[in-house]
């Protein structure tokens, strides 16, 4: 059964903390990724990873950096958290989806952080 | 900028019937849609993907229908149950790698 684990469920930090979310797959899928989602807003994707040490930006990068030292690891980091970064995080794996490979999403169970 | 659109406003239907959502796309030509369910407070899961060349997908109590010419998808869930209430978003490949979803529609089913 293919997982994707999330370091916490829920986070509370306050105001310009550095905050780390860790995402770990166990699918050897060079692709990762991590979502915000808020209501009305859908999923928006902060940066993306296609392989080691490999990054793209999504389309709300600002505030946000990211790490992939290990293939099966994918953390997202918030420099100095701020009280519109409250969200819900997500974090998914996919193949590669190349030729006729499909790149369908598997999503860890999120990770509800408060910015206070 | 290629967009996908889900109706924003709850389905609400009895139990038994069929539930229909629908998915449209907007400036590109998706060569697949996939659809996830959502349950509040967890990460979506995959159920269904549907190729340009299908016109119809099905799965269980689940069918899946893209019609290239309306650039639409639609998602029938046949004798829906109580439990088949969530948020199901439908999402297509874009760019390198990448896939963009809609917001999503949340369908309840009542007893």
């Known amino acids: 059964d293919v997982k994707v684990t999330q370091s916490s469920r829920y986070l509370v930090k306050r105001t310009g903390e550095k905050v780390f979310l860790e995402c770990v797959q166990d699918?050897?899928?060079?692709?990762m990724f991590w979502y915000r989602q808020d209501p009305g807003l859908g999923l928006r994707l902060i940066y993306f990873s296609y392989d080691v040490k490999m990054k793209e930006k999504g389309d709300i990068p600002e505030g946000y950096s990211v790490s992939r030292e290990k293939k099966e690891r994918f953390s997202l980091i918030l420099e100095s958290a701020s009280t519109n970064q409250t969200s819900m995080y997500l974090c998914?794996?996919?193949?590669?989806?190349?030729?006729?490979?499909?790149?369908?999403?598997?999503f860890g169970p999120g990770t509800r952080l408060t910015v206070l | 900028s290629q967009k996908i659109e889900q109706n924003s406003e709850a389905l609400n239907i009895q139990e038994g019937k069929t539930a229909t959502l629908t998915c449209n796309y907007t400036?590109?030509?998706?060569?697949?849609l996939q659809w996830y369910r959502q349950d509040p407070g967890r990460g979506p899961v995959f159920l269904l993907l549907i190729r340009e060349n299908e016109k119809e997908k099905r799965k269980e109590r689940l069918k899946v229908t893209f019609d290239t010419t309306l650039k639409q998808s639609l998602f029938h869930i046949t004798a829906s149950q109580p439990a088949d209430s969530a948020t199901y978003l439908c999402?297509?490949?874009?760019?390198?790698?990448?896939?963009?979803f809609g917001t999503g529609t949340r369908l309840l089913v009542s007893p």
């Open positions: 400036n590109y030509s998706p060569a697949y």
């Open positions: 998914a794996s996919s193949d590669r989806g190349l030729g006729w490979v499909v790149d369908t999403q598997y």
């Open positions: 999402a297509a490949k874009t760019g390198f790698q990448k896939l963009v």
């Open positions: 699918m050897d899928h060079e692709n």
